[in-house]
DNA sequence: TGCCTATATAACTAATTAATTATACGATTT
DNA sequence: AAATCGTATAATTAATTAGTTATATAGGCA
């Protein structure tokens, strides 16, 4: 599960579609298919979910024929957590107020 | 700045490098370019560069003959809270903890 | 003015991605 | 055992991305 790879699956907008109702509930792929209906094939789908899986992002669990989907957020957000902590100096410890204050000043927001 | 926009500019490891740059002091494109010496040419960077800028996640500032850059803290930490607010239920108010419970059973971490 | 320096843009190419249709596979039902 | 259902994989194709080299543009300096 490296970061690369939770970007990666982080930057298709069906992808985050696919995370947040899985935010929600558990869902087969067979549910998630339905949800994209009359925009993209069950194939297309479930490479998304394999991608999805691959970024450790969601798990897997084959119950019966169908297979279950659910978000690992622990996965999600440490991985957002710790880029935000790496990237955003407010949120780093120790840094230089004139440093803040400075970069707020040209142009923020 | 859309959210797309953004996620796609998250998803390239040379561009998430360059935020971590900039979290850290603003620099100017000649700047930048160097710390990728042997590694990607300037017109690459600048390519960059300017998916950044358009993304809304830095500001862009011609001075004298040098072009700097810098981060925009805030539209990085706004986007980023504000996914992981919709996708992640315990960030999420008022879920039934039963929810949440049940997911974290199922293999989480 | 004419020449550097810093940066961006253009033209091109190779590699990757995202979709499609067709097919395979494993589990259930008859 | 055969048909069916749910899902994944294969083969293919079109579109996008990420880099390259070459060139343009704009600002400072002799």
Chains 1, 2 share one sequence.
């Not at 955003?88 to 040209?106: G, I, L, T, Y």
Request: with cysteine; net charge positive.
């Amino acid at each position: 599960m490296t970061v690369d790879k939770v970007f990666e699956a982080l930057s298709s907008a069906p992808r985050r579609r696919i995370l947040a109702y899985l935010s929600r509930t558990d869902m087969t792929a067979g549910e998630i298919v339905q949800r994209f209906a009359e925009m993209m094939s069950q194939p297309a789908i479930s490479k998304h979910l394999s991608i999805l899986e691959n970024a450790g992002v969601v798990w897997r669990e084959k119950r019966g024929q169908n297979v279950h989907y659910g978000l690992k957020e622990d996965a999600l957000t440490g991985t957002l957590v710790h880029f935000l902590a790496e990237v955003c100096p407010r949120s780093r410890p120790f840094r230089k107020d004139s440093e803040a204050v400075a970069r707020r000043k040209k142009g923020q927001s």
